[in-house]
């Protein structure tokens, strides 16, 4: 079954300098994986999605996947304070596209 | 656009109780989710409806019964309370699945649960 690590738990950054945060998985058969960022105030919203190995940039926001090294990465360029959120990485099922794995988080804080 | 409700906000139960949470989608979506998420954890799938008349239980779904009202409402009921639980319960809708097997999911604020 497909078991999904974030890493590290947590991490500061300065303002400005480039945020990056892992996530490994255990099943390389999925075929979408997102990342996500949880505010306690604003709810859970959706960053970046990718398909294919390579690179998804969404604004500040670039998704890296390496399905052989079953290991996908989020980088925030310029980050601001109000980056500071947890970080959650998503993986489907191999069996089910409708079912997501998730990861436990990278709690980022960007200081100013 | 559209906007997820869950009610209540804020929920107090005692050990043993059913306890039922609501959750409202205006997106038109077909497909809605309830997860758990305990803190400091990643969220786990309870239940899931991929269209009004359907039921799919996830990885989490002991414990829970959930009922599709009609397309927009998806309830979860916690069957049997268990003291000093604490979790947040976050709904989800989205799409029906297409060609490309991905639709994205759109969340509500959640329901904190406490159990005493």
């Known amino acids: 079954q497909q078991k999904v690590q974030q890493s590290p738990e947590s991490l500061t950054v300065s303002e400005g300098a480039m945020a990056s945060l892992n996530c490994t998985f255990s099943d390389g058969t999925s075929n979408n994986f997102r990342w996500y960022r949880q505010h306690s105030a604003k709810g859970l919203e959706v960053l970046v999605s990718i398909f294919s190995d390579g690179e998804k940039e969404e604004g500040r926001f670039t998704a890296h996947l390496n399905r052989a090294n079953l290991h996908v990465s989020l980088h925030i360029r310029e980050p601001q304070p109000s980056d500071s959120a947890v970080y959650l990485c998503?993986?489907?099922?191999?069996?089910?596209?409708?079912?997501?794995?998730w990861g436990s988080g990278t709690k980022l804080i960007i200081k100013p | 656009g559209g906007i997820i409700t869950q009610t209540p906000k804020f929920l107090i139960g005692q050990e043993g109780q059913k306890l039922t949470l609501k959750c409202q989608q205006n997106f038109n979506h077909d497909t809605m989710y309830w997860y758990r998420q305990d803190s400091g954890k990643g969220l786990r799938l309870i239940y899931y409806?991929?269209?009004?008349?359907?039921?799919q239980k996830g990885d989490l779904s002991e414990g829970y019964d959930a009922s599709r009202e009609k397309k927009s409402s998806f309830s979860l009921t916690v069957t049997s309370a268990q003291k000093n639980e604490m979790a947040v319960f976050l709904c989800?809708?989205?799409?029906?699945?297409?060609?490309?097997?991905?639709?994205?999911?759109?969340f509500g604020p959640g329901t904190r649960l406490t159990v005493l």
């Open positions: 409806s991929i269209t009004e008349n359907d039921l």
């Open positions: 989800a809708s989205s799409l029906r699945l297409g060609g490309n097997n991905y639709a994205e999911q759109f």
């Open positions: 998503a993986v489907s099922r191999g069996d089910s596209n409708y079912q997501l794995i």
